[in-house]
């Protein structure tokens, strides 16, 4: 079976191939589908629905208007959501800085007066997320995720027992990158374990809250909520953004919360900022008008971002589907396919891709500093390349998966 | 006298009046000036003159061809100019949150570590520098401003004998709220100047680098090319925006320093943001085109602000010339005049005014913790009010100075 795979393999090489599956990116068609943004608001239109010029200074919260459809795609009361500038990444980094610095309600000091910070990081994860722990030198304890979000045991022991955890990363919609979706259990499980720090916080990064890929348009459990019914108002700090709903980087991100960490993040905000930028707010408002003009925008992404999916799981079920060398997920929605090979070899199939010319995300970027314990876990984004593109790379990764799964048998055997 | 003034300010208060002075904002006919951009780039205009998508995910330096513009601008190299954010504080404020979490290059610690930080703050000043301050826990230390910029020889020995002195404000040009240009000889000293701390740093505010008030469009000295030639690269951090060349709040801001510098910034800035917003930057691109389109779009603020910045000189000295009672800057650039009157006086300067209608930027705005020493300095901003209302309104603030000046002689002759 080697060679034979081995002269696949030499097929693959041997086109030239320059394909790309490492980030998550919209696709140049899925970014013409808001393509009239670019002219709004318009020559003359300058104030929004209450009558504010948004060419000048002023409005932390961000623009009512806005505020008010995404205050109902992410079931938040709008006093609750801040519209901000043009990254969720920024503002989680922010509230994690604001947090070191000075605190957050409930804090008896700043974090980084902290001998020590633990945060629970549920793997396979999203590396921007690891990338700000390992910044603030928050220390990463990983729990495994499960279909219906983190191993909420897991993390219920880890949080109860040690008042250094003062963190949890969940992306509790289609998660990067195993697609899992939190359930309303799970969701209340973590709202309502004891927690032994009295600061402790729910980073609940809400990334792709409407970024589904099938007709089932689940509906993200209502952390905030919960966590106020549970006794635990200020727990959970949400996160979302426009990057993949109109422009990757020319969006708008959103910060929702209790009241007093909504206040809280206001505080420290107000010393660093004039403002976000109000003339795009009034763009996206007047793009997409409601919330279901936002709704009606993201099933046109999902018709061109299913096929994609659809190609990666079918390429994969055929080549591979019944040799118990891999095994993936299905998302439902999102932005990526976690894919797990035969231990041992995810950097050996993302090296001879890249030496085929595919580009795969780093092995163990799903992972806390980049390692991988199993050196399994591949994280797939189809969104970006061509239909024709995506099916010529999966094919290739699942020769590469191969290949290297018979090299690990060779090598096994070989005395 | 006092009661002919009684009767005037009585007269005053009759009108009515809602006027404000209080932010250096914007008219609405000034941001008219840029209202084209709320139609760019336009549908179909998505990639610079790199051929990048400007839509989609990536470029941290910010859009190479804006930034070629303001490179020429602000006389500094394009590598070393970062196009970011909508406002320069959030960079500034990120400057100090990057150096007090995890030090400059240079720093011995984080200055988050350090027992005490002092910084140097030129008086009067700009208020939101000393909220950074304040926010930090940066102990703020005064020295006096000069009409060539801070008074360099107060400055020079408070940095050369404290290493807790690892910060300088200085608005280099048309400085907030005196107007003051730093000149050559004095940006020479600042960045050749001894400094105790080896991470001491100047952050260069440059927010009125181009915002002249007359024909003679005045050069700001260039600190980063005069610090790199006296040793001392990496001691200048500068900081600029588009806040009022476009939009105040939509607009482009820039930090641009020593290489060493940059490098710096990006590293933390690469965990915080995955880019600034490329469409905005490409929209100021097209409507800016070239240094020379910046420059010409300055004079045409110009033509709306200088009449209103000579009414307030003029009614200032037609009604308080000859009296003794104030003095008051006449700023070549800038969006601000500083007023000192009596000693004492200020706040009830600002208390008669607003019982008349008239909102002032609060007595003691301009001083570290809003704390006038000598209850003197008014910062007065008459570019967002139309011409005849600044007029209307310094009218009355010269009775309210009066009032105030024969209110305080009246009571240090009543037994």
């Known amino acids: 079976m080697l060679p034979a795979l081995r002269d696949r393999y030499a097929e693959l090489q041997a086109r030239g191939l320059r394909l790309d599956l490492t980030r998550g990116k919209p696709s140049a068609e899925q970014l013409d589908l808001a393509e ?11 104030t929004d629905a209450d009558g504010v010029d948004v060419r000048n200074y002023g409005g932390l919260d961000g623009l009512p208007q806005l505020r008010r459809i995404f205050a109902e795609l992410l079931d938040v009361p709008v006093e609750q959501l801040l519209a901000l500038g043009n990254a969720s990444l920024t503002l989680m980094h922010d509230a994690v800085a ?7 309600p409930g804090s008896e000091r ?32 990983t729990v495994p995720m499960t279909p219906d979000g983190p191993d909420v045991e897991a993390v219920a022991a880890l949080v109860a027992d040690d008042p250094t955890v003062k963190g949890l990363w969940v992306v509790p919609t289609y998660a990067n990158p195993d697609g899992a979706v939190v359930s309303e259990a799970v969701a209340r499980r973590l709202v309502s374990m004891p927690a032994a720090a009295p600061d402790f916080r729910i980073f609940w990064d809400n990334a792709y809250a409407i970024h589904h890929l ?62 976000p930028d109000k003339v795009n707010q009034l763009r996206h408002a007047l793009f997409f008008g409601t919330a ?19 190609a ?37 199939v993302v090296q001879l891709a890249k030496e085929a010319g595919i580009a795969l995300t780093p092995a163990g970027a799903t992972f806390p500093y980049g390692q991988d314990p199993e050196d399994r876990n591949i994280r797939l984004a189809p969104s970006m390349p061509p ?9 290739g990764v699942a020769t590469c998966v191969l290949l290297a ?4 048998a060779a090598h096994a055997t070989t005395p």
């Open 312 to 348: 990666v799981t079918r390429i994969l079920a055929e080549r591979l589907g019944d040799l118990g060398v891999a095994s993936w997920t299905d998302p439902q929605g999102g932005y990526f396919v976690s894919l797990d090979v035969e231990p041992g070899t995810a950097a050996r």
């Open 36 to 46: 009239p943004m670019l002219s709004l608001p318009g020559v003359g239109v300058h």
């Open 110 to 141: 700043p974090w980084g007066r902290e001998e020590k910070v633990r945060f629970v990081c549920p793997v396979p994860g999203y590396d921007r997320h690891f990338a700000v722990c390992e910044a603030f030198g928050i220390e990463m304890v």
């Open 214 to 275: 099938t007709e089932n348009e689940t509906k993200t459990a209502n952390a905030i909520d919960l966590a106020a019914e549970a006794g635990n108002p200020d727990r959970v700090l949400m996160f979302a953004s426009t990057s993949k709903v109109s422009f990757a980087g020319a969006g708008v991100a959103f910060f929702a919360s209790s009241p007093a960490n909504v206040a809280w993040y206001k505080k420290h905000l107000s010393v660093q900022s004039i403002g």
């Open 292 to 310: 279901d003009g936002v709704r009606e925008h993201m099933r046109k992404h999902r018709q061109i971002l299913a096929p994609k999916f659809a």
């Open 98 to 104: 604001y947090a070191f610095l000075w605190g957050v």
């Open 405 to 408: 799964a018979a090299e690990k």
């Open 387 to 395: 239909l024709a593109e995506v099916e010529v790379a999966m094919d």
